[in-house]
C-alpha cells in the first residue's frame, strides 16, 4: 500500500511537469507566431522605421534605402524622382549620420577650412541637374528660409563622364535670366567634387535660392551625355538653429485662435472628469508629479515625441517619434557630486538647510544632451537637418 501511494505521487509530479512544459511550449509558438505576425510582407517596412528612436538607436537595424523612398513616394506623393542622384545622396547621408556618423566623415571631407564651414552647418540640401543640349549642366536653386544662412556650395560629380580629364568650366549664375555671378574652375582628371567660391556662396546666401546656374565646359569638343542616373548634384550646408523656434512660433500662432475655445473645453473636461472621481472611478495619476512620500531622485526618464501629434508630421519623414527623454526627480540636500551641481545649486542647498524658507530648491535639468538627425520634406524635395541638443543624456541639479 505504501509502495503504491508514493509512485501515485511521483506521478503526480511528472503531470506537474508534463503540463508546465507543454504550457511553456505552447506560449512560445504563440509569442513567434505574433513576431512573425509583425514582420510578415504583407507588414509595410516603412512603419518599422518610424518606430526608430534617435541617433544611436539604429544600431540594431539598418535604414533601407529602397522602402524608404518606397516611404516617401507613397507618403507624400511627390512629383521629382526619387530615384534621382540627389534624394540618393541624402538618403545616405542621413542613414550614415542617424548609425552614429559624424557629418565631416559621413560627408567625406577632411580639408580644414571646409571642416570649419561644416562644423557651422546643421542643414543639408542637394539639387540634381539637368543637361542641356550643349552638353552644359543647369541647376535649379528652390527657395531657401530667410532665417536660413549659407556656409559652404559643393558640385559633386558621379562616374567618369567629366571627371576622366582635365577640365576647364564656367559657371554663371542666374536670377530673372541675367547673370548676377560667374566663376572659371579647372578641375583636374579623378577629381570627383569641387566647392564654389566665397563670393558664389555669399550670392547663394543673399538671393534666396529661386535662381539657376550653369556649369559649362569652355572647350567642348564632343557633348558628353550623362546618364539619369550619374547626372551631378549640388549640396548646399546652411545654418539654421532658429529653426525649431520658427517652426514653434507658426504652430503656436495658427493654434492662438482656437486657444479659447481649448480652454473652456479643458475646464469642462476636468469638471466632468472631478464628478467622475467623485462618484466612484479612479483618478488618472500624473506620471510626472513628485510624491511627497519617498520622492524619486533627480535621473533621466523615457519621454517620447510625437511628432504627428503636434502637428508637424506631414513635413517630417524621419523619425515620426523619438525618445527625447526627460529629467525628472527631487535634487537631495546637500547635493552629491553626481548630480554635477554648478557652485551656486551647492551655495543654494546649504543655505536651505540651515534656513529651509531662505530659498527654492534646486531643479534636475539636463546637464548632457546629443543630436538628432531628421530627414524633413520641403518644397517637393528631401532635406537633412542635423538638431544639437534634442536628446538628454544626463541630469543634474541646478
Not at 152 to 161: A, K, L, Q, S
Not at 299 to 308: E, L, P, R, T, Y
Not at 331 to 345: D, G, L, M, V, W
Amino acid at each position: 500500500m505504501k509502495k503504491i501511494s508514493i509512485m501515485a505521487w511521483k506521478i503526480n509530479i511528472f503531470s506537474v511537469f508534463l503540463y508546465s512544459a507543454i504550457l511553456f511550449t505552447i506560449v512560445k509558438i504563440t509569442s513567434a507566431i505574433e513576431i512573425g505576425r509583425e514582420l510578415s510582407p504583407g507588414v509595410s517596412k516603412s512603419m518599422l522605421l518610424q518606430s526608430l528612436h534617435g541617433i544611436h538607436a539604429t544600431k540594431e537595424r539598418t535604414i533601407e534605402k529602397e522602402e524608404l523612398r518606397k516611404h516617401i513616394r507613397q507618403q507624400y506623393q511627390i512629383q521629382t524622382d526619387v530615384n534621382k542622384p540627389s534624394v540618393g545622396f541624402m538618403i545616405d547621408v542621413f542613414e550614415q549620420l542617424v548609425q552614429g556618423g559624424e557629418m565631416t566623415s559621413v560627408l567625406g571631407h577632411t580639408d580644414g577650412r571646409t571642416l570649419h564651414r561644416l562644423h557651422q552647418s546643421d542643414t543639408i540640401r542637394s539639387v540634381t541637374a539637368t543637361q542641356n543640349q550643349d552638353g552644359s549642366l543647369e541647376f535649379s536653386v528652390p527657395a531657401l528660409p530667410s532665417h536660413e544662412h549659407v556656409k559652404m556650395v559643393e558640385v559633386r560629380f558621379f562616374g567618369n563622364v567629366i571627371t576622366n580629364k582635365h577640365r576647364r568650366l564656367t559657371l554663371r549664375l542666374k536670377k530673372d535670366g541675367h547673370v548676377v555671378g560667374k566663376q572659371k574652375i579647372t578641375m583636374k582628371a579623378g577629381k570627383r567634387s569641387l566647392s564654389l567660391a566665397e563670393h558664389i556662396v555669399s550670392k547663394f546666401d543673399g538671393l534666396k535660392g529661386n535662381f539657376t546656374f550653369t556649369l559649362k565646359e569652355r572647350i567642348v569638343p564632343d557633348v558628353d551625355r550623362f546618364q539619369t542616373t550619374s547626372l551631378p548634384i549640388i549640396i548646399i550646408y546652411s545654418h539654421d538653429r532658429g529653426f525649431m523656434k520658427s517652426a514653434l512660433k507658426s504652430l503656436t500662432k495658427s493654434e492662438s485662435a482656437q486657444s479659447t475655445q481649448t480652454i473652456l473645453s479643458r475646464r469642462k473636461r476636468a469638471s466632468g472628469d472631478e464628478n467622475n472621481s467623485k462618484s466612484g472611478r479612479l483618478k488618472k495619476r500624473n506620471p510626472w508629479r513628485i510624491g511627497k512620500k519617498n520622492p524619486e531622485p533627480c535621473g533621466v526618464k523615457d519621454f517620447k515625441v510625437d511628432f504627428n501629434l503636434i502637428g508637424w508630421g506631414p513635413w517630417i519623414i524621419h523619425p515620426k517619434t523619438f525618445n527625447a527623454r526627460a529629467c525628472f526627480g527631487q535634487c537631495p540636500e546637500p547635493i552629491s557630486s553626481k548630480y554635477s551641481p554648478t557652485n551656486h545649486a551647492m551655495l543654494q542647498a546649504l543655505m536651505r538647510m540651515k534656513r529651509p524658507l531662505s530659498a527654492p530648491e534646486n531643479c534636475c535639468v539636463a546637464t548632457k544632451l546629443r543630436p538628432l538627425s531628421m530627414l524633413y520634406f520641403e518644397y517637393d524635395d528631401i532635406v537633412v537637418r542635423h538638431h544639437e541638443d534634442m536628446i538628454v543624456d544626463e541630469c543634474g541639479c541646478r
